[in-house]
């Protein structure tokens, strides 16, 4: 007669926690400029199965052609140097580069592509709080990032 070693029963919640845990798709907007920094990297990778970055290309905030062209150049090169970085730590990441209005764009990013944290560089101005106010409306969770400027 054979015995058989019964495996452990999971509770159902401990499965749920898993999948939770394990298919964390985060977003995380390129707007302030600073997020191609460790801190950022940091919140952005820890926990997620998915980085999605996302740059905006917001008209109303750009009065000429070359202000514009500039402002895309930048994030391009921020863009690629984030992926070189969340690439170091072995997270697959996804870019995606919209033009229209910066709210908008991050809510509908936020709901098609199933986000379950986008991550933002924390700021203090007025255009950010009304962001903030939006993903809270709309239910979306988020995560600010205090990101220091490095003394040179």
Same mark, same amino acid.
């Given at each position: 007669?054979?015995?058989?070693?019964?495996?452990?029963?999971?509770?159902?919640?401990?499965?749920?926690?898993?999948?939770?845990?394990?298919?964390?798709?985060?977003?995380?907007?390129?707007?302030?400029?600073?997020?191609?920094?460790?801190?950022?990297?940091?919140? &952005?990778? *820890?926990?997620?199965?998915?980085?999605?970055?996302?740059? #905006?290309?917001?008209?109303? $905030?750009? %009065?000429?052609?070359? /202000?514009?062209?500039?402002?895309?150049?930048?994030?391009?090169?921020?863009?690629?140097?984030?992926?070189?970085?969340?690439?170091?730590?072995?997270?697959?990441?996804?870019?995606?580069?919209?033009?229209?209005?910066? &709210?908008? *764009?991050?809510?509908?990013?936020?709901?098609?592509?199933? #986000?379950?944290?986008?991550? $933002?560089? %924390?700021?203090?101005? /007025?255009?950010?709080?009304?962001?903030?106010?939006?993903?809270?409306?709309?239910?979306?969770?988020?995560?600010?990032?205090?990101?220091?400027?490095?003394?040179?």
């Amino acid at each position: 007669m054979l015995f058989r070693k019964e495996k452990p029963k999971q509770k159902f919640k401990d499965i749920v926690k898993l999948i939770i845990i394990d298919n964390m798709h985060i977003l995380a907007p390129l707007i302030s400029g600073r997020e191609n920094s460790e801190e950022y990297v940091e919140a &952005i990778t *820890k926990g997620a199965d998915k980085v999605i970055l996302l740059q #905006i290309i917001d008209r109303d $905030f750009m %009065n000429k052609t070359s /202000a514009a062209m500039g402002e895309v150049m930048h994030f391009s090169t921020m863009m690629v140097e984030l992926k070189k970085m969340i690439g170091k730590k072995r997270k697959p990441c996804d870019e995606i580069t919209e033009w229209g209005h910066t &709210i908008k *764009k991050i809510l509908s990013i936020a709901l098609i592509q199933k #986000i379950d944290k986008v991550v $933002f560089v %924390n700021q203090n101005n /007025a255009f950010f709080k009304e962001i903030l106010q939006e993903l809270k409306k709309n239910k979306i969770n988020y995560e600010l990032v205090n990101v220091f400027e490095k003394k040179k």
